[in-house]
Nanobody, 126 residues
Framework: QVQVVESGGGLVQVGDSLRLSCAASGLTSNRYVLAWFRQAPGKEREFVAAVMWRGGVTRYHDSVKGRFTISLDNAKNMVTLQMNSLKPEDTAVYYC???????????????????WGQGTQVTVSS
């Protein structure tokens, strides 16, 4: 059974940094993918970043490129999202997602992930 648990989040000021962590247990494939999505009030859930265990392939939403970094700790099946230069528009509930395997072109689509965490709130105050 796969379980996904996020930690981190909170209230920060514009320009601050924050790090989210996600521990995924029960993954058995060597092609698993871990990702972050976010959902702001009144908006649909959107892709933020993802990393594939095999080859370390990463993908980022254009709005976070250069500011956010996703990192994978293979030994711990853990992924972190380092968020720098935060903006008010980054305010959302952030969800960690996991899947046993997919092709690279599928990494940005929420419906391709089978396992989800409960979400953690990130609020960027101006």
């Amino acid at each position: 059974q796969v379980q996904v648990v996020e930690s981190g989040g909170g209230l920060v000021q514009v320009g601050d940094s924050l790090r989210l962590s996600c521990a995924a247990s029960g993954l058995t494939s060597n092609r698993y993918v871990l990702a972050w999505f976010r959902q702001a009030p009144g908006k649909e859930r959107e892709f933020v970043a993802a990393v594939m265990w095999r080859g370390g392939v990463t993908r980022y939403h254009d709005s976070v490129k250069g500011r956010f970094t996703i990192s994978l700790d293979n030994a711990k099946n853990m992924v972190t999202l380092q968020m720098n230069s935060l903006k008010p528009e980054d305010t959302a509930v952030y969800y960690c997602a996991a899947d046993q395997g997919m092709i690279v072109s599928s990494m940005t689509s929420a419906h391709n992930y089978d396992y989800w965490g409960q979400g953690t709130q990130v609020t960027v105050s101006s």
